[in-house]
């Protein structure tokens, strides 16, 4: 948590390989993903990080089901039959397993998400990190898109990382860390 | 690599009308070189078909210096009888040949009692000349269309000089020659049939049995002026003139043997100039192809990377590889060359086809009524597939290279 301004967004690239710090050094799963490259940055995110972004970012032409199953074509290159059983699986987990079919435009701002966070999940990530996933949802919807990460992250075990403003949804998380200008300044274990 | 057709075919239906706009100017641009080719390339055939069957034959063998000096027909450069067997027999052994006709070519004045003029004469065995210019019987256009137009005694009169002297199939004519020790002498000849005239030189000769030809010039023994050859396909014009060269021997005149010398048409005949005109017509036509194909795709496609930054930037976070997102353009720009090609070609055979059903008639010189059937080879079909797709490709290179080094952070925050 913390203010606008304050590097929530600039950590999360970070930790994401997004971005390089220009000093010290970043280990991220085991890996100084500092001294990355940029081909060997997008490997190491295809294979151990999943994103969840404020907008959604779906790509428009592609149904629910092949937004979800993209990485798999285009990162991890899995077969066909894997494919199919991880997305649907997944789809029943975010709930959106009826609405398989529908292009990003047909969805609601919600299950937009919900197929995002699929998305994330899909490559089995070790961390999936996520930039103000519910800035651009309603305090219920957000709630539940909080809730469900919370779900998945207990049947998956997968670390979910991510940046809010919003006090509210607060008691879903294990541990709330605040920056300011730039610094930690504490975490703190909350009793979700 | 299916999937990446997948995406590509769904990014290039998300713009529908833009992509149909690319895909519908690359295929005009294919159909109109389609189009150009088959008439411009039968336009051609007809031409040298016309040429080469009705009097020059697909090439033509001579004594070493005859065609530099062709103008003046001189007797002295004559291929002697055992030099023309020598041709002859080269040319029965030469597979691509087909028939081919000694002539004896000499300038001669006509008269029909009432006026003279000059004149060029082929003395000729018609049904070996026939043989190597099959059109010219049609060329006929009075009296009887047969080999029995040129039986001894007879002569076929070029149109326009029957026209100029109002000589008609039946009168009888003198024609007087001077052989090549300078004695003079004529025969009366019975006018056969009138000739049609056709473009270019040669095309306005008149034609009498070789054994009349020999009898006017007062040779001991026969002499050949020039050997027309015809070749099975036009194709093979050039392989057979270089094999028939190589077994002529050395171009050098000796004692013991003349020098040869074979030209093929397009060496004789001025219309080579205007086929190779055709042909660099075509090659412009071409280059106007590759220049439409390479503007369009190439402004679609840095279109399509200006509109996509943020979903490049989400691909590329997500974890896919710079060169997959590579590959994701220029499979898009590959998709636009393709379908473009196919749509082209579709219409062009159409247009072809219509063309064909049609029959274009025109006039080419003396020729009345040519009828074109343009066809197109498939090895056209596909040079001008796999150029559009080749330069697509390519067009699509820096958009996509663009695209692949694309920094994700800064794509994300695109808007």
């Known amino acids: 948590m913390g203010p606008s301004g304050s590097g929530k967004t600039t950590l999360l690239n970070l930790i994401g390989c997004l971005d390089k710090p220009t000093g010290g050094s970043l280990e991220v799963a085991g890996v100084d993903v500092s001294r990355l490259s940029r081909h060997e940055a997008a490997a190491f995110r295809g294979e151990n990080i999943g994103f969840v972004f404020q907008s959604f970012n779906l790509i428009p032409v592609l149904t629910a089901f092949e937004n979800i199953e993209y990485p798999l074509v285009m990162v991890q290159e899995r077969p066909a039959g894997e494919r199919r059983t991880r997305i649907l699986e997944l ?17 609601s701002g919600g299950q937009k998400q919900r197929v995002a966070i699929a998305r994330a999940l899909v490559t089995r990530p070790k961390l999936v990190l996520a930039d103000e996933p519910t800035a651009n949802l309603d305090h219920e919807t957000a709630y539940t898109i909080i809730k469900l990460m919370r779900k998945i992250k207990d049947e998956l075990n997968t670390a979910f990382i991510f940046s809010t403003h919003d006090t509210r949804i607060i008691g879903e998380v294990e541990v709330v860390c605040t920056l300011e200008d730039g610094r930690l300044a504490g975490c703190e274990e909350t009793h979700g | 690599m299916g999937n990446l057709f997948k995406i590509a075919l769904r990014n290039l239906r998300r713009y529908k009308r833009r992509s149909a706009l690319t895909v519908s100017l690359i295929g005009v641009g294919v159909t109109f070189v389609l189009v150009f080719v088959s008439v411009s390339g039968s336009f051609k055939e007809l031409m040298i078909s016309d040429i080469t069957d009705s009097y020059l034959g697909d090439m033509q063998i001579h004594r070493r210096g005859y065609v530099a000096a062709i103008e003046s027909l001189p007797l002295n450069l004559n291929l002697t009888s055992q030099e023309a067997s020598r041709v002859a027999a080269v040319l029965q052994s030469t597979p691509e040949v087909s028939a081919f006709s000694e002539r004896i070519k000499f300038g001669a004045l006509f008269s029909n009692f009432a006026e003279t003029t ?73 006018v056969s049939g009138i000739l049609a005239s056709v473009t270019g030189p040669g095309g306005r000769d008149a034609y009498i049995h070789l054994e009349d030809a020999m009898e006017i010039l007062r040779m001991p023994a026969k002499e050949v002026s020039e050997i027309a050859v015809g070749v099975k396909a036009l194709g093979q014009v050039e392989r057979a003139a270089e094999s028939i060269r190589a077994q002529l021997g050395p171009q050098a005149e000796t004692q013991q043997k003349p020098g040869f ?7 004789l005949s001025p219309f080579a100039n205007i086929a190779r ?30 509109e996509r930054v943020r979903e490049i930037g989400t691909i590329a976070a997500i974890g896919t590889l710079p060169r997959r997102i590579l590959s994701l353009f220029l499979v898009e720009g590959f998709c636009l060359g393709s379908v473009g090609a196919v749509f082209g070609v579709l219409v062009g055979l159409g247009v072809i086809f219509v063309l064909n059903l049609w029959k274009i008639s025109f006039a080419f010189g003396q020729a009345q009524s040519l009828t074109l059937s343009p066809t197109i080879a498939p090895a056209e079909v596909v040079t001008a597939c796999v150029m559009v797709i080749v330069i697509s490709v390519l067009a699509s290179v820096q958009p996509a290279y663009k695209a692949s080094r694309m920094e994700p952070i800064d794509a994300l925050r695109h808007v």
């Open chain 2, 277 to 306: 005109m055709i042909d660099v017509m075509t090659f412009f036509i071409k280059l106007m192809l590759i220049a439409i194909v390479l503007i369009s795709i190439l402004n679609v496609m840095i279109m399509a990377v200006y």
């Open chain 2, 118 to 190: 000059n004149i060029r004469v082929n003395g000729v065995y018609p049904e070996k000349e026939f043989g190597v210019c099959p059109q010219m019987v049609s060329r006929i256009v009075q009296g009887e269309k047969s080999l029995a137009a040129l039986q001894r005694g007879k002569i076929l009169v070029p149109e326009l000089l029957a026209r100029g002297f109002n000589t008609k199939v039946g009168d009888t004519v003198v024609v007087v020659a001077t052989n090549k020790d300078g004695s003079v002498n004529g025969k009366t000849l019975l």
């Open chain 2, 261 to 267: 010398e074979v030209h093929t048409w397009s060496q």
């Open chain 1, 91 to 107: 789809l029943d987990a975010v709930g959106m397993a009826d609405q398989k079919n529908k292009l990003p435009e047909q969805l």
